[in-house]
C-alpha cells in the first residue's frame, strides 16, 4: 500500500523533533483568535439574532431562511475563518502586531458604537452558555484548520506539536477539547445518576472510532507520528478511557477538584521519580502496553484535567444547583479572569522549577498550560457584553453542536488531502488555496448539517 502515500517518512520526519514556541507567543495568538470573535460580534449581520425565518415545513419560507442563514454563514467564514487561516500562515511572523491591532480596531468598535449604553443592563440578563459555546468553537476551530495546515511548509514549525517538551499552538488540541467538554459535562451540571447503558451509549462510538482510525491509517499507509500517543493509541481511545474512568469514579463536583489535582499530583511524582524516561525512551518492547507507553499513562494527566474541569465548570457556571442555574454573569467573568492568572502563575513556576511542559506525557505543568489557555480565552469572550452587535453567529452555534462530528470529518478531510496531493511541495499560494477550500467545506458542511437539524453527540 505505498502507493497510497509515498511520502510518508518525510510527513513524519516534517512534524518530528520540534521544540514549540514561547508561551508568550500563545497567549498572543489565542487573544487574536478571541479578539477576532468579538469582532464579529459586533459587526453583526447574523442569522440567529437578526430574527431570520426558521426552519419549517413550508417550502418558500425554508427557501429564504436558507437564503439568509448562507449569507451569514459566508459573513462568519471572511470574519472569522479566514483571518483564522491566515493567522496560522502567511501572517504568523506578525503575531504581536496583530495582537495590538485587533486590540484597537475591537476598542475604536466599542467606542464609537451609538448603542453602548444599553449593553451592560441587556448583558447581565443573557446567559453565559454562550460565551463558552463560542470559546468551544474557537479552540475546535484552531485545532481543524491546524491539523491539515501542519502538513505544509507555510505553517511554522513552532506551532506544531512538541516531541517531548514545550509549547506549541497544537500541544492545547486534545487537552483543550478534553477541559471544554468537562467544564459542561453532565458532572459540571451536577447529574450523577448515569447509568451503564448511557455511559456504554457515550464511550462505544469513541471506541469504534479509535479502531476506525487505526484500522484506517494502517490500510493507507498514512503517516502516524508515534511519538504523540504510540504505536496503536490515538486521540478516540483518550477520551474513551476518561470517560469510562469518570464513570467507574464518580463523585460529587464539588470533590472533582480535589480528586483531580491528587492524581494530577501523584502521576507527576511517578514522573519526577523516573518514570518520564521510560516514557520518553525510544525503546519499545513487543507488548501491547510498551508499543503505546505514551496514550496509556497520560491518561491519567488527562483524566485528572478533566475533573478539575468539572469542579471549575460547577463552580463558576452551575453552582450546585439542582436546576443547573448559571451564576451571575458578573461573579463569574471575574472568578475566570483571577483562575486564568492563576493558571498561568503556576505554569511558569512548574516549567522552571518542577518540569516542563510536555504534552506527550500530560504532566502537570501541561495541564495548568491548558488550563491557563482556554480559561484566557473564555475569558476575553465573556467580555462580549461590553460589546455590541450578536452574541454568537451561525457558525459558531452549528460547530458548537456538533464538536466531535465536526472534528472527525476534519480529520476525514485531513486525510483526503494528504493522500490526494504531495504537501511538502506546496507552493506558499497553493497551501494557502488548499487550506481556504479545506475550511470552506469543513465550515458549510457543519453549517448546512446544523441548518437541517443534523446533530451526532456522543461524548
Known sequence: MESFNPNKHLK?????NLTGSSKLEIFSLLTNFSILILIRHCIGFNWISCGSVKKDDNAATCGKGLKAYTLALIADFLCIVVPYTLFLTVLADFTYGITILVFLLLLFMRTFDRNRSSLLQEGYMDSVRVNISSYRVSMM???SLAILAVDFKIFPRRYAKT???GTGLMDLGVG???LANSLVSRQARGS????????LRSTSPLIILGFARLISTSSVNYQVHVGEYGVHWN??????????????INVHPNYCGILGSLILIGYQALLLCGLNKYIMSEERKPDIFSQNKEGIFSIFGYWGMYLVGVRIGSYLFFGGNADATLKNKKWATTRV???CLFFWLITLLLDWYVEAVSRRMCNLAYVTFTLAANLQVLAIL???????????????????????ASFLLANVLTGLVNLSIDTLSASSIFAVAILFAYAFVLSFSVGFADFFGIKLKFW
Open 12 to 16: 513524519e520526519q516534517f512534524v518530528s
Open 176 to 178: 483543550s477539547f478534553v
Open 235 to 248: 486521540f478516540f481511545f483518550t477520551l474513551a478511557a476518561v470517560a469510562i474512568l469518570t464513570f467507574i
Open 382 to 404: 465573556m467580555l462580549s457584553d461590553y460589546v455590541s452587535g450578536c452574541k454568537s453567529s451561525a457558525l459558531e452555534e452549528a460547530f458548537n453542536r456538533n464538536l466531535l
Open 192 to 199: 450523577l445518576n448515569m447509568t451503564l447503558q448511557n455511559a
Open 337 to 339: 479572569w483571577a483562575l
Open 141 to 143: 476551530l484552531a485545532t
Open 163 to 165: 516531541e517531548t517538551y
